[in-house]
Each structure stands twice: as structure tokens, then as C-alpha cells.
């Protein structure tokens, strides 16, 4: 009988030894778990952030051009997706989108986003601070056409949020009759009839049948 009390007692010591991880590692593994959510949830907020562009910079905008046309003509404008919406596959400047075409009118239409890396890079070119802002003052903004042609913008507007600024971009009277491609040419501000341009963008290429959407 002693024995089997003793036995028994072997067993209370045993129950009496603490049960789960250490808290240290408890700690650790909810810092890593953490970290973890945090990183995708950050992963993910720049993905959506990415396409985000404030209302009024994804519709298509009435110039006074546009208005004056639409008194004799119905206006048709084309949502138009751009192939290769940046400067430079690998350190792209600028990024564009949100691209309409209203053909009967010539008009076309696109934003261009700027960020802190934008600036960035201007800095390195001009040699000298320009500050971090994007600002789109520093750049002048010009159609070109393989035919030749250039064109000044009509109007534009422009939005900042977050770090970003984004800026749409009117051009009205653009004749598209028997044009391959169209590029937005990027020019600086200082140097506005540069023999090269800054940078350029091939919003739209005729040769492919650009992916169009009719908004009426």
C-alpha cells in the first residue's frame, strides 16, 4: 500500500511541471505572425494603391473644345487601353493611363502619374535638389505622331494623394486619319524645344487594334 502511495506521489510531481511553450517563444512566434500580416497587408494596400487614380482623373473631361463640338456632333468617347502605359521598363518615371479617344473630335485624352522616384531621377539629371514633391511644372507635355505632327494640350488637371500626383492631360484637334502611333513626349520645362525629348510614353498604336470601349 505504501508503495502504490509513493507511486502516487512520483505522479503529483509529474502534474506539477509547467505545461506549454515558454512565453519568450510564445512571444516570438506572435512577432513573426505579426510581421507576417503586416508585410501582405502592406504587399497589398501598393497593388491597390497602384491602380488607384482620384474620380475625375479616370473620366473623360469636357474641354471647352469638346463642349463646342457637342453642340452639332454627338460625342463618342473611347476607353482605350495603353499597351506599354511607361517611359522605361526599368526605371520608369512616369506611368500612364486612363486613356480616351474621341475620334470624330481628335481628342485624346490620358493621365500621367508622378512620384517621389520621378523627382528623384530629375534630381540626378539636373544635377542639382528639385525636392521630393511631384510636381508636373517642372515638365512640358507634347503628342507626337509618326507622320510628323506634334500637338500642345488643350487643358489639364491635376490631383495629389498619397505620394503620388497625377495629372490629366487634353489634347483636342488631333488627326488620327492614317496614323500608326501616337507617344506623349516629356519634356523639361526649361528645355522645352529640346532636340530629344525626356521621356516618351506610346499611349496608343494603331497596328495592334488597341482594346477599346465605347462609353455610350
Not at 76 to 92: C, F
Request: hydrophobic share 35%; glycine share 6%.
Amino acid at each position: 500500500m505504501e508503495d502504490y502511495e509513493r507511486y502516487g506521489d512520483y505522479n503529483d510531481v509529474g502534474d506539477e511541471e509547467p505545461r506549454g511553450r515558454h512565453p519568450v517563444l510564445r512571444l516570438v512566434r506572435w512577432f513573426v505572425v505579426l510581421t507576417l500580416f503586416l508585410f501582405v497587408g502592406f504587399l497589398l494596400f501598393r497593388i491597390i494603391v497602384a491602380d488607384y487614380y482620384p474620380r475625375d482623373l479616370r473620366r473623360f473631361r469636357m474641354t471647352p473644345e469638346l463642349s463646342a463640338y457637342a453642340e452639332t456632333h454627338k460625342v463618342k468617347p473611347e476607353k482605350t487601353k495603353i499597351r506599354v502605359p511607361y517611359d522605361d521598363n526599368a526605371r520608369a518615371s512616369f506611368i500612364a493611363d486612363n486613356l480616351f479617344v474621341e475620334r470624330g473630335a481628335g481628342s485624346v485624352q490620358f493621365t500621367l502619374r508622378l512620384s517621389r522616384y520621378t523627382m528623384t531621377r530629375l534630381s540626378e539629371t539636373l544635377g542639382q535638389d528639385v525636392g521630393g514633391k511631384p510636381d508636373e511644372s517642372y515638365f512640358t507635355v507634347r503628342l507626337l505622331d509618326n507622320l510628323g505632327n506634334s500637338y500642345e494640350k488643350t487643358d489639364e488637371i491635376g490631383r495629389s494623394y498619397l505620394w503620388y500626383r497625377a495629372v490629366k492631360y487634353c489634347f483636342d484637334g488631333v488627326n488620327l486619319d492614317g496614323v500608326a502611333w501616337i507617344r506623349a513626349d516629356v519634356y523639361l520645362s526649361s528645355a522645352p524645344d529640346a532636340a530629344e525629348p525626356y521621356a516618351s510614353i506610346p499611349v496608343l498604336d494603331f497596328s495592334g487594334g488597341d482594346a477599346t470601349e465605347s462609353l455610350n
